[in-house]
């Protein structure tokens, strides 16, 4: 009987933040925690979403024994229909990360294809070779938790993303009796969320945020709009106790915080005091003092609720003197720019915006240094791999374990591609599955890759020029006139000049090649080359030039 | 005899950080504050500036008596060429400041065509109605100042941008003293900074940066690369003199930062110990831990010196292990993407990188709210205007002033396209020119609007299609076959039965129309109509099509 090996792939990449999908291998079973999706950059022009390469597990989908979900993020569960729709196999979450997925697969068309099934923390789920028991972590989502795994080789502990949170305002604390007896246990491997590790010190308590959302709805002289993500209900419940406080109605703007609410509320994860919720078409038959709306867009997104609230695009409410909007959140690296358009645009309309990250209206979900080094204390793991997070976080976390005394040969800082083999020998890092990042853009997945970016990029910055002459080499003439079509580099009517000149260099071009030139692409590339030096000199742009000439 | 009035336009826009420029005007006399230049927002598709509208400055050249100017930094000098190619009036600028700008004029061919004035704090300028008398103030680059404007109707005061430091590294304190005489002789218009109107507290000394500075540098294993503006030439100073204290020559990577330090230290701004300056090609000669060097690319700015290193594409160095980066800047909003991809990449080299707000490796060089309250408090103009910020900025100055009991009618955010008129009837808010920002793309100034920004936002999302047919209406056949060339829309190779299925298309419409249609750009419409719909239901995507009809 050969030993056991475990081996651990992180098959959304590393350093990257987003699409999650940590592979784990025993034997002949293959174990899938989360399938996420990523935001694209904005230099992935055109490009929707970004997912996990899932080639090797479609590949070998014949070995997977189930798909175990930590919780109910994008970045966790956005890639599963795209998994899905290849690979039918079994998936646990718990009940609201469960719903959300569901709301996912109907959306896809996958619901009832794919069997679901509910784990609760301390369930012991026997999946081959893997015996997964979650435990609960605070988030800032609802229902979170993290997987002690047991394998041949010993105990695996999946963080999930957490943070330690003393008094949260949903019911139940990091778990961290559960955490001393798996370190009891024996910890081999260690996969802790590394998000947040580049802030110093603990993150604050939700409970914190209580003081003043209370302070903001207090001073409000008319209709409080809290803008948060839609997922993060422990938000939104704070926001709708507030307002029952203050004696204010709730109306819901924004397609996913419906639905998230919606879901949220059937599970009894947030709940309304009577009388409370009102439908947002009715919020003016009440005065403004009684009114609270909660509403997507704190990341100031062009389509959200309160971004066309701000531009005056949103049909049931018109921002007025007098509206105070709380932005409950934070700036995702990225969004900056829009989410401050969205807030001058509020303020010249006469609101009221409180907002930044020294208001005090939002705390984040993940473990900063202190609590990262509590997991790794408490822990004490053989080994450590900091997971979720970018390269330079994955490295501040990586170091935060030195510090506590980890040998450096003990911690994986993981590439992409790279796999971590655990055996009876040790660990080690052996070559993984080749990776690469997948772009869904519109309803093609995978096409979009270099060439097509490098050309949208060129495109962005001067558009192009499309050229059309037809020549007769028998005669030796052009037939007809040249003609030019451009968008996107110059202003035509202001430049009827340049375009004069390109069609007289057009002439000129072909007229002195016409003897020893008889093959059209050839003629074609003189062409593109004479334009593409004449728009340079004349203007300094380089706009993308199409030649093509026609042989009559 | 008419009473006079004094007319006050911010012609750079307001509300909008960048292309600062003020015009003030008495009786018949223009008297201009700076002239600066933004970095477009990513949306600015292809836009390399951005620059004021210069329109009325041009159409009333000969009513400008001077150009004033507060500080060298860029959003202040930057438009300059493009308002002096047009108007060539003197021009008065403290000896750093001046420098600076005639680097500027000799890139622009333009130095020895405009009268170019120094002035020093304490001069008395004689410009018309206009008496301006500048002061010093303390801001991110040496040598600023802020003007008391003397004019028929009373004392303006223009802050400038200014911190109150009162441990400066630079020799002078914002001066307190003459602010306080100002005050005395009363003031009726304060036009103050307000890009950090947005931060509680008082700004940080730039003297606090010492401990930091000295702290990585004593820790450092290797060479030790500090990136930061160009412009900052306090931290530059820093740098050096805590490299000097530590035993290490000092190379300079980057063209700005090059040229600043040459101006700077030739005119005795900064200063280098004895043997410490080395050229870039000679850092090999010294041992690792011998070495500091000052880089560009704080910003991420892709052909920056830091981030060609951070790539592996900077000639004279190759990031190594032992090597720490420091990075003494904050992050523009909009830059963080790829300040943080750089900072990933440096990671991943080995590098140690020092970043980060909590790092204390910068403050700011504006004033923070205690502050504004001070030079508010200090002045107590009649008048107030915030200027220099985004429109939220602008109003949260407003509310400052409004806590010190500035009435709401003294205080004026101004919206693009306002002046304010004051005379001794009062202040009043009335149309000034109209004004739109100008944008610069290559060598051409002001053709690019929204058509060619739309155009170019819908080719980075999907790119184009251009279709080709030679159709003979005679014979009521295409000619030859039809053609297709696309480019940033699909992966062609991969795409091959869309392609098919379009030519199919052309054939089919072009054949389906002969009958009924016999006008060329009637059948491209149709076909470019055709190809859309076909586009967009097979890929979700919408490319710009582009239709080619040739009647034979």
Known sequence: MTEPTVRVTPLGGVGEIGKNCTVLECDDTILVIDAGLEFPDADLLGVDLVIPDFTYLIENKERIRAIVITHGHEDHVGALPFLLRDVQVPLYATPLTRGLIEGKLRRHHLLGKIELNTMAPG?????????????????????????AIRTPLGL?????????????????????????????????????????AESPGYTAS????????????????????????????????????????????????GRSMEENTAIAEKLGFISFPPETRIPLHRINEFPPEEICVLATGSQGEPNSALARMASGRFRHISIQEGDTIMLSSKAIPGNETQIYRNIDNLFRRGANVVYGTKAGLHVSGHAAQEELKMMLNLLRPLYSVPVQGEYR?????????????????????????????LSTAGATLIDGPEIEDVFVDGSLVGDVGNTILRDRAALSRDGFVVERVSVDPEMGEIVGEPSIISQGFVYVPESGDLIEEALEAIHRIVESHLDDIDDVEQMENIIKQGLEKLFHKETRRRPVVIAMVTWV
């Not at 369930?123 to 800032?140: I, R």
């Not at 490295?395 to 030195?402: E, G, N, S």
């Not at 506590?404 to 971590?420: A, I, P, S, T, Y």
């Open 393 to 421: 976080m994955l490295q501040v976390h990586a170091r935060l374990a030195y510090e506590l005394g980890f040998e450096h040969e003990d911690v994986f800082v993981m590439g992409n591609g790279d796999c971590l083999e």
């Open 123 to 147: 369930d012991e789920l026997d999946l081959g070779p893997f015996q997964v028991t979650p435990f609960h972590v605070n988030h800032s989502i609802p229902d979170a938790v993290g997987l």
């Open 206 to 253: 939700e409970s914190q945020l209580l003081g003043t959302f209370q302070s903001v709805f207090a001073n409000a002289p008319g209709r409080v709009i809290v803008a948060t993500f839609a997922s993060l209900l422990s938000r939104v419940q704070l926001a709708i106790k507030t307002a029952a406080q203050f004696g204010r109605r709730v109306a819901i703007a």
């Open 156 to 196: 695996i502990v999946h963080s999930g993303d957490f943070k330690i949170d003393h008094t949260p305002l949903e019911s139940k604390t990091t778990d961290l009796g559960v955490l001393a007896r798996l370190s009891a246990e024996g910890v081999i491997l260690l996969l802790s969320d590394s998000t947040n």
